[in-house]
């Protein structure tokens, strides 16, 4: 299967100040319209998205406060990165599931409405690999995040009711380790390594992810937005490799010259590998490797400490 790339489409991100959807935005902004959603209570945090050619807007899920948000005619597809880890229960309902059912209601006539969810909703079953319909479950509450597996849950079953029940075409996808070469878990990895700090993992070792890319998170795109359907889809969003947090981590001790201290924790996020059949399905394969990627961000980020 073929997807044509997303190019003269008019895009609204929400969650644009976002780890993720951030740079995201920006790659998608070189060939369309995208509007960058998000609070900005600091309006300087408006110029770096808008250097990036993004038209920024202001809304707040939580209050659903939408007025300053482009017209429905104005908009092809919605990407709803926004999400609240506040540990506020109250707080984070509101902005992670009423937020975005109110704002699939916004945009009734889009093409497509994507949820970008977590692969933090499934239970961990060690090392096997996760099909989307494996047990859901609290996965992130021993790390201190009490209210975000829960959360996104219940954002996914609001998500699928309002796309059935408004006819709007939606893809549920459930996102692994996203990173790039600025950005994600393995930059404060990276950190943690330089200073000589112990890196938490799981009790069960290894401690196995299926880590994307932004280029693949980009390039996936296409694929998952021509998924969207009534009733939604929902998909596993992640690399075709499955990698542990010790390999990445030696890799980038590798590169820094730098010994890394693994420390097994009954708090650490456990295994959540992924079965990326159904994204491969769609016609996507990750490109961008592992080591690749992780050399990638250390050569970047720390081009000073590379050693070899």
Known sequence: MTASPLRGKRILVTGVTSMVAGPM?????????VYGAARFQDPAAREPHEAAGITTVRADLATGAFDDLPAVA????????????????????????EGAAQLMARYEGVAAFFQCSTAGVYESQGHTLLTEAAPLGDSHRAAGMATYSISKIAAEVLVQHT??????????????????DTFGWPMFQLMMIE?????????????TYSPLHLDDIVGSLPHLLDAASVPATV????????VAVEEWCALIGELIGKDVAFEPSANA???IPLDVSRLN???FHSTVSWQD??????????PELVTG
């Open 293 to 302: 990627g992780i050399r990638r961000l250390v050569e970047t980020l720390r």
């Open 163 to 180: 796309a059935t029940r408004l006819s709007i075409p939606t893809v549920i996808a459930r996102l692994s380790v996203p990173y790039g």
């Open 74 to 97: 104005d908009v092809d597809y919605v990407l709803n990165f926004a999400v609240a880890r506040s540990n506020d229960w109250d707080a984070d309902f509101a902005a992670n599931v």
């Open 281 to 283: 399905g769609l016609g």
């Open 235 to 242: 998909v596993n969003w992640g690399g075709d490799e499955v």
């Open 25 to 33: 935005a920006a790659t998608l902004a070189v060939d369309n319209t």
């Open 269 to 271: 996020i456990p295994s």
């Open 195 to 207: 200073h000589g700090m112990a890196m938490p993992v799981s009790t069960d070792p290894p401690t």
